[in-house]
Nanobody
């Protein structure tokens, strides 16, 4: 059973920044592609960014240039640096393998962008 533990969310003003972290209890972490997903109120959960074993990344158009996904294989951790946040980024953020999630979801971390 893989456990995914997300952290780092919070309340931030428009234009602010947050750094999310996700620790995965998976011994094969380093060879897997990981993704960050988000679910806004009343909407489906969507993929936001991925990073593969080589460090290559993908992003949805709305976060390109603002978000950066990275990983630390020694810590079994994937990060999401979020800059220039706007209210449309408000959501619960989750991590999972990407681009198609296959593990049970963690509790996520709430990001709220509001003045």
């Amino acid at each position: 059973q893989v456990q995914l533990v997300e952290s780092g969310g919070g309340l931030v003003q428009p234009g602010g920044s947050l750094r999310l972290s996700c620790v995965a209890s998976r011994s094969t972490f380093s060879i897997m592609t990981w993704g960050w997903y988000r679910q806004a109120p009343g909407k489906e959960r969507d993929l936001v960014a991925t990073i593969n074993r080589s460090g290559s990344t993908t992003y949805i158009d709305s976060v390109k240039g603002r978000f950066t996904i990275s990983r630390d294989n020694a810590k079994n951790t994937v990060y999401l640096q979020m800059n220039s946040l706007n209210p449309e980024d408000t959501a619960i953020y989750f991590c999972n393998v990407g681009p198609r999630p296959s593990y049970s979801w963690g509790q996520g971390t709430q990001v709220t962008v509001s003045s």
